[in-house]
């Protein structure tokens, strides 16, 4: 096996992995040109494998594990090589898109405030949802504008409310599993079970339809390589949000809500059409 091979490995470790936790965004990465999907699978595989440490690895010493995997992310990144082969797909991409170490530790920041805090205040809160969410939404944006500096200032801002909203509606829709299996609450201020209610909800849902309509400005300025892809991340996740705003906070405390896979191929071939409407029009 050549370098070139085991590289090509781990790309594909990076693309197994994408898919089996994600179909959505599995599918919404299979609708980039070609020449993205590597860079993204790497990026959701490697922010994945983090956040299964300190979610996932109960029987274990997190703190230790998440320690090891940011040396080894620095280290590899200085070496150019690592034999964890999420890692070593991660530091090929951070490296050809100038994926910068401030977006690196933010992000494991915000990891390691998962293995400490049960609830948030507001400003600890805005800090997470940025370390946890917004820098990943920057990750891809540098692999999106391939280093147009220009590019990724004017979207910038787009990019990170985008990674806010699709955060906030996974912590409204992981409410139960969040308190039941890893006893945190991800709603500003509420320190307690018996604080959820719905004027909680109602106002984090504010939030996020006003993050939602910020960043579909950004996403009609994506290159058109990448376009299809995130709208159709977008509309997953704002079908997602619509049918969580239907419910009460009980409601979600009993359940999971979900997208069946057949309202998920309705909703990208939906998205296709709008894509392709958009370009007649603007482009």
């Known amino acids: 096996m050549t370098m070139q091979d085991f590289n090509k490995t781990c790309f594909n470790i990076s693309k197994y992995i994408t898919n089996a936790y994600s179909t959505s965004f599995g599918w919404g990465i299979r609708a980039f040109s070609p020449e993205y999907r590597n860079a993204i699978y790497s990026i959701y595989a490697y922010v994945r494998l983090a956040d299964e440490i300190v979610d996932t690895f109960h029987d274990y010493d997190k703190k230790t594990l998440l320690r090891e995997f940011r040396l080894e992310t620095y280290n590899s990144i200085d070496k150019g090589i690592s034999t964890n082969p999420v890692i070593n797909a991660f530091q090929k991409t951070a490296k050809e898109y100038n994926i910068g170490l401030d977006l690196i530790n933010s992000f494991l920041d915000s990891m390691e405030q998962d293995l400490f805090n049960s609830f948030y205040n507001r400003i600890e809160y805005d800090n997470y949802i940025y370390g946890s969410a917004e820098v990943v939404g920057l990750m891809c944006l540098k692999v999106f504008v391939k280093g147009n500096i220009k590019n990724y200032n004017q979207l910038l801002e787009p990019a990170k409310k985008l990674g806010s909203a699709?955060?906030?509606?996974?912590?409204?829709?992981?409410?139960?599993?969040?308190?039941?299996?890893?006893?945190?609450?991800?709603?500003?201020?509420?320190?307690?079970?018996?604080?959820?209610?719905?004027?909680?909800?109602?106002?984090?849902?504010?939030?996020?339809?006003?993050?939602?309509?910020?960043?579909?400005?950004?996403?009609?300025?994506?290159?058109?390589?990448?376009?299809?892809?995130?709208?159709?991340?977008?509309?997953?996740?704002?079908?997602?949000?619509?049918?969580?705003?239907?419910?009460?906070?009980?409601?979600?405390?009993?359940?999971?809500?979900?997208?069946?896979?057949?309202?998920?191929?309705?909703?990208?071939?939906?998205?296709?059409?709008?894509?392709?409407?958009?370009?007649?029009i603007f482009e």
């Open 166 to 280: 699709f955060q906030k509606v996974n912590f409204l829709r992981d409410i139960k599993s969040d308190l039941d299996e890893r006893r945190r609450i991800y709603l500003p201020g509420v320190e307690s079970k018996l604080l959820i209610n719905d004027y909680n909800k109602k106002l984090l849902e504010q939030e996020i339809e006003k993050e939602f309509q910020e960043a579909l400005v950004g996403i009609k300025r994506l290159p058109i390589g990448v376009r299809l892809g995130v709208y159709s991340a977008y509309m997953y996740y704002y079908r997602l949000f619509k049918k969580i705003k239907k419910l009460k906070v009980k409601d979600l405390l009993n359940r999971r809500v979900r997208i069946s896979n057949f309202r998920k191929i309705l909703l990208l071939a939906k998205t296709i059409i709008n894509v392709n409407i958009a370009k007649l």
